[in-house]
């Protein structure tokens, strides 16, 4: 699901470069108002979505509705690290008004009064910062037609990684892996 058309139409491109579009469903829609049913699936996974996203508990509770009982949501995403502010442009915003980071504390408790149970929750921030390095080492390839980030993103994606870089090392950001699990009826 996504609101913005042209992420559809990068991704229905992904996914055909990657032989996926026979097994993946791309559904244009709000996060905050899903176009799915009551129960409707056994799992969600959101990547780098919620710091998108400002009412936080409203999407969360709409994951929550569209899950069945004991369904399970997998989320990888960017939270507030320490509490200084943010070095911008980031990828997922330009200014800080368009950034809607929240604490862990603060996830943990949205997520808990939405109805789920932690089941994982890991700080991935390291992995992510050894991740960006080994992209540095990477020569990019003389081939146009090759998948890069940069052609997502655009240009400026080198400024947005090497600020993202920079909040992880000062700690103002971190990256969280976290499975939880809708609560079984009772």
Known sequence: VDLVPAFL?????LNERTELSGHLTLVQGDALALPFQDASFDCAW???VAMNIA????????????LRPGGSLA????????????LFPLPWASRPEESHLVFPDEMRTILTQAGFQM???ETKSAACLE???????????KDSSA????????????????????????????????VFRKAERK
């Open 9 to 13: 139409e990068v991704a229905h491109f």
């Open 131 to 141: 991740w960006l390095e080994a992209r540095k080492k990477v020569s990019p390839r």
């Open 55 to 66: 009412d936080r508990e409203t999407f969360l509770s709409e994951i929550a509705r569209v």
């Open 75 to 86: 989320i990888y995403d960017v939270l507030s690290g320490n509490g200084q502010p943010l």
């Open 119 to 121: 089941v994982v929750w």
């Open 147 to 178: 998948l890069a980030l940069t052609a997502v993103m655009g240009e400026r994606f080198p400024l947005l990684t090497s600020n993202l870089e920079q909040n992880l090392r000062d700690g103002r950001v971190e990256i969280v892996q976290a």
């Open 46 to 48: 959101t990547q780098h």
